[in-house]
Each structure stands twice: as structure tokens, then as C-alpha cells.
């Protein structure tokens, strides 16, 4: 029974967070495999995250996860940072270890490919040129899951170009930069196409790209979930190309995370992503 195992404590870690729908599915796996624990909210303002993050092992949690306004500058707070989220340049989960140090990792990488290995399991990330919108956090994960993967081109777009262009000159490779106005020109013959920013998110102002130029083989991915189909996915749709949403890259994000703090490798199942989408609407 779930009282004779031993209690683990973790949570979800930014500023706002009431909207989080990490509770639930931390706590559907909890009830699922018979664990003793919880995972909870935790709101905490942007100049309150050094106490916060240090005083996870004092109040007893096995680890956190950590999003915005805050995984950058948690890095500066674990004792250990994960080599993949060192090159990504942000955490989005903490360890407690058995020390009591603390240990930052990034799932995000992992949640997006598996996102899209769910949706199309011959996916390949070399099939041909990828475009991905947006310069922020996300993208500085999805950027070097595409790059690991194997991506031999990756067009990234961005409002603000400084960005777009450091982000190209920090990660190198295959990434190279265009200007915003030039993002209908970055569809061209591309295999895969990726929205990371805010646009089209609910209460967002819309994402505007006419998709004429992408061809209709390629994947569209857009990793809002808030709505569960964004107007990009839906012009993609109505097109004919294969899209995914947002929820499957936080589904999958929380698996490795969990493991971390329970022990335990949950499954993404039917059951789970329906009671995630009941909550979204």
C-alpha cells in the first residue's frame, strides 16, 4: 500500500503558476503506481527563487520543477548541472540528491522529440530542412534536441533578430538565422515546422505566416497547448500536413522528471491525455 513506502515531496516552481497543469499529471501517476507523495504548486517571485531553490532540501521535497520566469536563473543555484542542460542554457527540473546537493536538468529537450516520435514514429530530424519560430527558452531546447538528432538545417526566425542571430552564433552548427520578415521564405522545402513563441496562444495575439510555401509532407508543431489546436495547426490541418500540439511535449517532459523524484518511468496513456485535455477545454 501506498502508506508503508516512503513519502516524497515535490512541486512546480515559477511565477505565475496557478495555471499549471503539472499537479495533475504528477498526481494521476502518483495515484496510478500506488506512490506515497504529492506534488504541489509553488508561486515564487523572480527576487524570492534563491531561497526557494535552497531551501528544497531543509523543507524535505526530493526536487522541483522549475518554469518561467525562472530556469535560467536557477542554473546559478544547483550544485550540478546536467551536460545537456548546460548546453541548452536552462533547467527545468531539480534534484535533490541523497547529499542534499542539488542537481538541475533540462526535460525539455526530451519532451519535444518524443512528442513528435509519438505523432510519427519514422520521424527523422534529418529528413530535410526544419523551421522553428521563437528564440526563447523553449526554443533553446528544441534547437539543440534538433541539433543532437541530427538536423542538417535549421532555419530559426525570430521578432526580435539580435536574438535569432546570438542564438545561431551560440549554438552553431546547422542553426542559421532569419529575419521575421523572411520567415514565409524559411518554409520553403522545409520537412518540419516549429512554433515556440506565444503567438497564438490563448489570449495572445495571433501567429500571421501563410503556409503557401510549405510543402505538405512536412510535420507542423506548435508547442502552445492553451488551445489544444492553434490557428497555425489548423491551417496546417485544413492543408493536409500531419500537425502535434503542445500537450504531448508536456506530457513527455514530466516523465523523466518523475523518475527522478519517484523512482518510478510513467506512461503517457489514453486515460492521462484525456484528463489533461478535460482541463484545458
Given at each position: 500500500m501506498a502508506t508503508d513506502t516512503p513519502y516524497t515531496l515535490a512541486g512546480v516552481m515559477g511565477w505565475p503558476v496557478a495555471h499549471s497543469r503539472s499537479p495533475a499529471i504528477h498526481g494521476?501517476?502518483?495515484r496510478h503506481y500506488g506512490l506515497n507523495g504529492h506534488y504541489v504548486l509553488l508561486p515564487v517571485?523572480?527576487?524570492?527563487?534563491?531561497?526557494?531553490?535552497?531551501?528544497?532540501?531543509?523543507?524535505?521535497?526530493?526536487?522541483?520543477?522549475?518554469?518561467?520566469?525562472?530556469?535560467?536563473?536557477?542554473?546559478?543555484?544547483?550544485?550540478?548541472?546536467?551536460?545537456?542542460a548546460a548546453?541548452?542554457?536552462?533547467?527545468?527540473?531539480?534534484?535533490?540528491?541523497?547529499?542534499?546537493?542539488?542537481?538541475?536538468?533540462?526535460?525539455?529537450?526530451?519532451?519535444?522529440?518524443?512528442?513528435?516520435?509519438?505523432?510519427?514514429?519514422?520521424?527523422?530530424?534529418?529528413?530535410?530542412?526544419?523551421?522553428?519560430?521563437?528564440?526563447g527558452g523553449a526554443a533553446r531546447a528544441?534547437?539543440?534536441?534538433?541539433?543532437?538528432?541530427?538536423?542538417?538545417?535549421?532555419?530559426?526566425?525570430?521578432?526580435?533578430?539580435?536574438?535569432?542571430?546570438?542564438?545561431?552564433?551560440?549554438?552553431?552548427?546547422?542553426?542559421?538565422a532569419y529575419p521575421w520578415e523572411q520567415r514565409e521564405d524559411a518554409l520553403e522545402g522545409a520537412a518540419l515546422l516549429v512554433n515556440t513563441t506565444s503567438l497564438g496562444m490563448k489570449g495572445q495575439e495571433p501567429l500571421e505566416i501563410s503556409l503557401e510555401?510549405?510543402?505538405?509532407?512536412?510535420?507542423?508543431?506548435?508547442?502552445?497547448?492553451?488551445?489544444?489546436e492553434t490557428p497555425l495547426l489548423a491551417a496546417a490541418r485544413e492543408r493536409g500536413n500531419a500537425t502535434v500540439n503542445g500537450l504531448g511535449m508536456l506530457l513527455n517532459q514530466a516523465r523523466p522528471a518523475?523518475?527522478?523524484?519517484?523512482?518510478?518511468l510513467p506512461e503517457v496513456t489514453p486515460e492521462l491525455r484525456r484528463m489533461v485535455e478535460d482541463t484545458i477545454g
Open positions: 494521476h501517476w502518483i517571485q523572480p527576487e524570492r527563487i534563491a531561497d526557494a531553490v535552497r531551501g528544497l532540501p531543509a523543507l524535505g521535497f526530493a526536487g522541483c520543477n522549475i518554469t518561467i520566469p525562472h530556469k535560467v536563473a536557477a542554473m546559478a543555484l544547483v550544485d550540478r548541472i546536467d551536460p545537456l548546453r541548452i542554457g536552462a533547467i527545468n527540473t531539480v534534484v535533490v540528491d541523497k547529499d542534499g546537493r542539488l542537481s538541475g536538468y533540462n526535460t525539455d529537450a526530451y519532451g519535444f522529440i518524443q512528442s513528435l516520435l509519438d505523432a510519427q514514429p519514422d520521424w527523422r530530424a534529418d529528413a530535410g530542412p526544419v523551421t522553428v519560430l521563437g528564440a528544441i534547437l539543440v534536441a534538433l541539433a543532437e538528432r541530427g538536423a542538417r538545417e535549421i532555419r530559426l526566425c525570430n521578432r526580435s533578430p539580435d536574438k535569432a542571430q546570438a542564438l545561431a552564433a551560440e549554438f552553431g552548427g546547422p542553426i542559421r510555401r510549405l510543402p505538405r509532407h512536412a510535420l507542423v508543431c506548435d508547442i502552445i497547448y492553451v488551445p489544444l518523475f523518475q527522478h523524484w519517484f523512482g518510478v
